[in-house]
């Protein structure tokens, strides 16, 4: 099997995508904050959270 070493998303699709994911996420961040955490525990989680459920995409060397 032959394994992707590089993932080309267009700075148009990632842009748009930000824009869908970003507030959402910053009502996640803010709910998490107001219910005790710390911006940084709250960032730190849920960076181990995408790093772990999405480990298959960190095979990736490099994202254009």
Same mark, same amino acid.
């Given at each position: 099997? @032959?394994?992707?070493?590089?993932?080309?998303?267009? /700075? @148009?699709?990632? @842009? =748009?995508?930000? =824009?869908?994911? *970003?507030? /959402?996420l910053? =009502?996640?961040?803010?709910?998490?904050? #107001?219910? *005790?955490?710390?911006? @940084?525990?709250?960032?730190? #989680?849920?960076?181990?959270?995408? #790093?772990?459920?999405? #480990?298959?995409?960190?095979?990736?060397?490099?994202?254009?």
């Amino acid at each position: 099997m @032959e394994e992707l070493y590089s993932l080309t998303v267009s /700075d @148009e699709r990632l @842009e =748009d995508c930000r =824009d869908v994911v *970003g507030p /959402d996420l910053q =009502d996640l961040v803010k709910a998490t904050i #107001a219910s *005790g955490f710390t911006a @940084e525990e709250v960032l730190i #989680a849920i960076s181990e959270l995408v #790093a772990e459920d999405y #480990a298959v995409l960190a095979r990736f060397p490099s994202v254009h």
